[in-house]
Structures are given as C-alpha cells and as structure tokens.
C-alpha cells in the first residue's frame, strides 16, 4: 500500500533534505517550521501489462474496440508521443513499443497495408533514429523506418492540413496525413496533468499557425495552471480545437500513466524520504555524490541522461479521447497530488539535469527558466505555493552553455533578446515573428535537429506567469552573470539566498519547499 | 564540498546506526515496520546448546538462585515425560524464566525452547541474539501486529519442548489475566501435552520495571503440575478451559493445600486469580505480599 503524500514540517529531528541541482543534488538543512511537500509514494505498476493494454484495446471507452475499427484497404496512422516525456526516459521495453505492436498485431489481423507512424513532435527537434528505435522497438522500427516511420514535419506546407478554425477564430491545422487518414491511433504517456487528452492531436501534430493559438504569453498568464486544465485557457483553447477536430478526424487515444519511480534502484535514495534512510542509502548517497562531483561535467551529463527509470505503469485506457483522459487524469493525481495549506511567502525547488527540451541534451538557461518558473512553479492546483510577490529560490548551476545542434535558436535569444529585454510580452511583441519564420531556423528544424526558431519564446512565455505573479527569483548556485542575464539573483547559499528574500517577504517568511523529482503537484487550498 | 564535510550534513541529527529521528509532522506518515525474522537457529547448534547449558548452570541459575530463596513443588509429575511438552506458566517477572529453566529437571531443560515477545526481545540484534543464546528463545508475535510465521510447531516437530506464557506479557500488577489459546492451540493440533506451571511471590520478588531482585532473598515458588493431555476430540478452547482451572488450582494449593485446592476445583470454587474487585492500592497490596511459609506444607489443611 502506497503512503499518501503529506506536507512535512521542519523540526529539530528533521535530517538535511535532498535537493537537486542541475547534474548533481545536496543535501540542505531548511530552517525550522519550513513546509515540505512530499509527493505520495510510488504507486504499484500493473503487473500483466501486455493484458491491460489487450483488454484496453478490446473493451474500450465511448467508442468500438479497436479491432471493429480496423479494416483492409483503410489508412491507419499511429501517432506517438516523442522523447519529451516522460522524464527521464523510461527502461526499455517503453510503453509506447508495447501498445504500438499490440495495435500492430491488430492492424496486421485485419489486412491493413497503409500504415504509418509518426512521432507527435510538434516544433521540438526531431528524433534520432535511434531515439525513434529505442521508443517504438526494433521490431517496429525495422518494418517501418524510414519511409513509414518518420517525425511530424510543422514546416512542411505540403504535409499540412487546415481542418478548421474554432468560435474563437484560433485555426486548427495539423499532419496531412493523420487528418486524411481513417483513423489516428494516439499513443500517449501522461506524465503531468498538463499532458493528454485534447493537447494529444491538436499540439502533437500541429504547426507553428495552430500552435500559436495557445502558446502565448496571454493564454499562459490565463492558465493558472496548466496543470489544472479546467483552469487552463491553455486547455481551454486546447479543448475548442479538439471539438474541430473531433468533428473531422476519427482518433483512438491510448492513454497510460506511470508511477514515481523515477530513479533506479542503485539510486534508490532519491526516491524515498530523507529520515527513511537506511546506511546503505547514505552510503548510496555519499558515494554517488562524491562520485558525481568528481566526474567532468560532459560525462556527468551523458551518465544522468543514460540513467533509464524503472517506471510502472499505473493505468493503459483507451477509447474516445474525452473519456479515456478523464480516467488517466484520476490515474496522475493519485500519484502526485499532496495538499498544501495555503500558500507561503518563499518557495523552493530543486531543479534536476532534465526537462522535456533537453533530452540527450543540455539544459541551458532558458530551459532552466522554462523548467523552475514554467514547469515547477505550474505544479499546483487552486492557487500558487509562493503568496502574489512572494520569492522563488531554485537550485541549479545555471551554466551559460548551450547544445549548438540542438538549441542554435536558443543561443540567439539569449544573446540578442534577453540582453534587451525579459519581459514576456516586449518579446512576443518584438521577436516572436522573426524567430519563427527565420529562414535559417526553419531549416535547421526540418533537416537537422534543432528545435522550432520560435521555442525559446514558448519556452519564456512558459514562466511567463511565474514571473508575473513573483516578486524575485533567486538561484542558488546559480552562475550570476547567466542569471542575471534572465533577471534572476545568484546565491551562494540558502542563506545568502534568504537574506536577499528579506527585502521582498521580510525577516521571518513563510518557506515551502516543493520536493520534486520525484513529481509532486501542491493543491493548495 | 569535501567528503568529510558531505557526511557531516548526512549524519547530522542521526544516532550511530544512521537512524534519524522521525520529524513529528511525518509520525503519521511512517510505514509499518516490515516483519524481520530474527534467525535462531544458530542458538539451537550443538556448540551453542553447550554454551547456553554453562551460562545456564554456571552463571544464571546460581545467580537466580542467590538472590531468591525458589521452592520447586511437583517436579516428580515430571519424571516420566519424555516427549516434548509444552510448559504454561503465568507471567510475572523476569525472574521466571531462569526459575522454571533453573528447576526443570536437566534432561527436558536441555530441549527446552523459550517464546519470546518479538517486539520485546527481538527488536534490535544484540538483544535478540543474547536472548536467543541464553534462553534458547524464540519469537512469538502476541499482539497480531506483525505476520511472522511461528516457529513453535516446527520445533515441537523437532523434539523441543516449548516453554509459553499465554498471558502474553508479564503482569501489570502481579495478578494473572485471563490465558490466551495459542498454547491451547498448539497443544491439540500438535498433539502434545501442556504442563502446567504456576510461580508465586515473583512479582513480589522483582515486579516490572526493576532489574535485579529485592533485597533478602524473596521467597519464591515453582509448582509444576501433571502433563495434561488433550482428549479425542477436544477443541482448543475446551483444553484452554481445563488447562486454566489447572493453573487457579495450582495457584489456590500454595494458600489452601493440595487436597482442598483440589477439592474447591471440584467443586468449581476456583477462578484464575485476577485479584481482587478493589482499589489498585489494594490489588498491588495484596500481591506484593511476601509468600512466606515457616513449616512444610501440610497436604491437607483441615477437613471441613
């Protein structure tokens, strides 16, 4: 039986707490009375897996079992989820192999010879093969790739279909082929309550004319938080496109959540509480540290985005994507979510080595900002950890360093955009434009690597609220020109760190620290 | 930061065996204890049964038996046992176990294994071995909290006879409480005959919460009862029921002889002493009360 989460207080008994910092972690002594909330306990995974995702296929919600969907001479297009979540990747065979050659199986049965598969990327990079073939399996992979198995192309005019445009005028645009098709099969893993559902089809396969709709700086603002989608304008909008599509398009979503078990066994620490530690623990723990530590930061990286997570998987749905979303949404926030007594004035995070932009890759600053004030900050329900100007403390190194294949749009933004400005809107005013329809950035997007020209904006416009709600960011550890280059404050210390908080909250704040990875969402009351 | 200054933060706070305390906003969140079944089998090895017989004969009977003054009643019920048994004593001390392990005869001491409250004596290692090599015990969960399989019917099938106290813990203030049907249990379903233990004035001797005897040797008594079989047929709780009036027998024959304790149990007069109906004063009062006796017993007091 898993524990539920809870909000622990710090007393004199408390051990030092474990924080994350980029590629590394510490352990940190809070002050007394601070609040930590701890996610609920790993929940167990099913244990017959491929028979969860059989009888999901078969006994389906709203809609025929797959096989009745299923016929020769049709198109079937399955689409995927790509390498952004979930976070970090999990150990091979991933969920996604596993449904995707059940549904094959199916597909085959049936005599369906048009079959393709194509990973819902979106304006993220595309993935390697590699990626692609650790994600769908060999199997797949070797009858697929490349003709049939491919990434989602948002700049591919010619592979763009207009479906329609909502009551709100936002245009609905997405993959040639998966509208055309008889039936889209989504793939899907929910690792946050953000992700899923209406986001699956309408943002997956969508270009940079639909997407606009909803990644800007006014929808983000509006969606408080995206983790909450009936609170979401994000999801709001999300939804009306969703209607569109429903209206043209057949989907079959297969949707799956996975538990916290986010570090392997050898790092069994990091998953468990800190006063629960047995020797071999802080053994674990020391030894790895010290290890971590000593180790050049290059191969730091690459060790910690080789570290698979041995996650279980707590619920495979499938059926009409409306209903399929609203059981795995039960299935995630039965893993993550802890109530939280209101607000306090300062809140902390512990920023890890990954978000969903830098996988196999490097977080740079932006994706920093993108991850603490966008992804973390956003992990509540009702309202906010921090109080309205409250401080922001984030553990992270915060290193000028940028993946030139993988972010080359980034580096730009941060030299050019962020030494003029920080402020979301003069950005998305002044830039947004320009850096989505650069020539050069399209380019590197469609035949390379990179991400879309305009993801650094999106991924600015994702703290965009953070940053609108807080008085002061501060980074611990954080390198200070790069921090202040993003309008944030470096501290050496908590101390330090708390000390620069006084100006805003006073000298004896209230401290909430959200302590995540493993994922923890705050409902605050 | 350095490794020293690493594992400085780490031990902070937390005893010597790396344990940290639980913060108290997280007492409610703690897991149950995962059941650790503390092996002790090593304790019932050839080497180890020398051993526990040295300290035994050496060392804690003769202690035992300076700083009291025992008077073993009814051993000769026992010479013709040569199977393995199942001993029911009442609890009330810790003197109890060396008084009975003291005064068996040698050849069923030496195959005599002991249960021991798991949560009590095998809780931390050192305890759990010391107490298994002296006592030769074993766990025995009394409280259902845990769900670790019980050694008892292994080790009667082995040939050791078990020494129990299905009061379940030593007595709060020196009067017996109702017997629990474990022992009742094993003994049908086992097959195997209960005997009978009852001591008095070991409560008075060293009550819970002292650790050495009181001052000029206490009087103490050992009475041990005839082996009770369980009949054809009988269900534990009717053995249970037999074997409790065999104990308020044993009991009432040290204040009324042998002949009118078993007279009043036939007659029904006996209950398990559970003290009298009065204030807790009282109650400790009276079974603090030094179990002195200057002549030998008479085996009948008067016959009215």
């Known amino acids: 039986m898993s524990r539920p989460g809870f909000v622990l207080e710090v007393d004199e008994r408390t051990p030092a707490l474990l924080m994350h910092e980029g590629e590394g972690f510490r352990l940190e002594k809070l002050p007394l009375g601070s609040r930590v909330v701890y996610p609920p306990e790993s929940l167990p995974g099913l244990r017959d897996l491929d028979a969860h995702i059989r009888e999901a296929l078969l006994h389906p919600l709203g809609c025929e079992p797959l096989p009745e969907l299923l016929h020769a001479g049709m198109r079937l297009t399955i689409v995927f989820d790509d390498l952004s979540i ?72 010619a592979n763009l279909t207009e479906i329609g445009t909502t009551k709100h005028g936002e245009v609905v645009e997405i993959n040639k082929r998966a509208a055309t098709s008889d039936l889209i099969v989504y793939v899907n893993v929910t690792l946050t309550a953000m992700s899923g559902g209406p986001k699956s089809v309408s943002v997956g396969l969508a270009s940079y004319r639909s997407l606009k709709h909803h990644h800007n700086v006014h929808t983000l603002r509006h969606s408080r938080s995206f983790n909450d989608p009936p609170n979401s304008a994000m999801h709001h909008s ?106 306090s004035d300062i809140g902390i995070w512990g920023l890890p080595y990954i978000c969903p932009y830098n996988v196999n890759s490097i977080m740079n600053p932006i994706l920093m900002m ?89 991924m600015w416009y994702w703290g965009a609220h953070a940053l609108e709600h807080l008085g002061q960011v501060i980074v611990v550890g954080g390198d200070r020109r790069t921090s202040e280059r993003m309008g944030f404050r470096a501290a050496s210390t908590l101390g330090d760190a708390l000390e620069m908080a006084k100006e805003k909250v006073g000298g004896s704040p209230t401290i909430t620290y959200q302590h995540t990875p493993p994922l923890s969402m705050a409902d605050v009351r | 930061m350095g490794l020293f200054r690493e594992a400085r933060v780490l031990t902070a706070g937390r005893d010597w065996r790396g344990r940290s305390r639980t913060p108290r906003s997280a007492a409610g969140h703690t897991p149950p204890d995962e059941p650790r079944e503390f092996p002790t089998g090593w304790a019932r090895t050839p080497a180890a049964r020398v051993a526990r017989r040295g300290l035994q004969r050496g060392l804690l009977t003769p202690l035992t038996w300076s700083q009291t003054r025992p008077e073993v009643v009814g051993l000769e019920g026992l010479a013709g046992v040569t199977g393995p048994v199942v001993l029911v004593a009442n609890h009330a001390s810790h003197l109890d176990t060396p008084l ?162 078993l007279r009043a149990q036939a007659g029904g007069d006996l209950a ?10 009282r109650r400790m009062w009276e079974s603090t009360r030094p179990v002195s006796r200057p002549g030998p017993a008479p085996a009948w007091r008067d016959g009215a």
Request: charged share 20%; hydrophobic share 40%; net charge positive.
């Open chain 1, 370 to 458: 993108s991850l603490g004030l966008g992804y973390f900050f956003n992990l509540y329900r009702g309202q906010p950890l921090v109080r309205p100007g409250g401080v922001a403390i984030y553990y992270h190194p915060v290193r000028n360093e940028f993946h030139p294949v993988h972010h080359p749009s980034y580096i730009d933004f941060y030299e050019e955009v962020l030494a003029e400005t920080t402020d979301p809107v003069a950005i998305e005013t002044k830039y947004e434009e320009q850096f989505a329809t650069d020539p050069w950035y399209i380019h590197l997007y469609r035949n390379s690597y990179a991400y879309h020209g305009v993801h650094p904006l999106y």
């Open chain 2, 100 to 261: 009975i392990l003291g005064s068996l005869p040698e050849h069923i001491a030496k195959r005599t294994a002991v249960g021991a409250a798991a949560d009590y004596f095998f809780d931390a290692r050192w305890r759990a071995a010391a107490t298994a090599l002296v006592f030769n015990a074993f766990p025995v969960e009394r409280y259902r909290s845990r769900r670790l399989r019980s050694l008892a019917p292994q080790l009667l099938a082995r040939g050791w006879s078990l020494l129990l106290f299905p009061e379940a813990t030593r007595s709060e203030d020196g009067w017996m409480s109702p017997l629990r049907m474990g022992a009742a249990q094993l003994c049908v379903t086992q097959r195997v005959a209960a005997v009978p233990v009852v001591l008095r004035g070991t409560y008075a001797a060293m009550p819970r919460g002292r650790n050495w005897p009181m001052r000029g040797r206490p009087r103490v008594v050992v009475r041990y009862g005839a082996p009770l079989k369980p009949e054809q047929g009988e269900s534990a709780r009717l053995f249970n029921v037999r074997l409790s009036q065999t104990v308020a027998r044993l009991w009432a024959e040290e204040d009324m002889g042998w002949y009118a304790s």
């Open chain 1, 86 to 157: 979930p976070l970090p990747q999990m150990k091979t065979p991933d969920i996604r192999q596993r449904i995707i050659e059940q549904v094959l199986e199916m597909a085959a049965a049936a005599g369906v010879d048009d079959v393709e598969l194509i990973a819902g990327n979106a304006l993220h990079r595309r993935m390697t093969p590699a990626e692609l073939k650790r994600t769908v399996g060999e199997r797949v992979f070797r009858s697929f790739f490349p003709h049939h198995l491919r990434n989602h192309d948002a700049e591919d005019r």
């Open chain 2, 272 to 281: 398990l002493p559970s003290g009298p109906k009065a204030a807790e004063w």
């Open chain 1, 238 to 343: 999300y939804n009306r496109m969703a209607g569109v599509l429903d209206e043209h398009v057949k989907i079959f979503q297969i949707e799956t959540s996975v538990n916290n078990d986010t570090f392997p066994t050898q790092l069994g620490f990091l998953n468990k509480r800190e006063w629960e530690w047995t020797l071999k623990d802080q053994a674990a723990y020391l030894a790895v540290k010290r290890a971590n530590d000593l180790t050049p930061i290059k191969q730091r990286r690459q060790i910690w985005h080789r570290t698979a997570a041995p996650y279980g998987i707590t619920s495979v749905t499938a059926g009409a994507p409306g209903p399929v979303h609203e059981v795995t949404m039960g299935h995630v926030l039965r893993q993550q979510l802890t109530e939280v007594n209101g607000p």
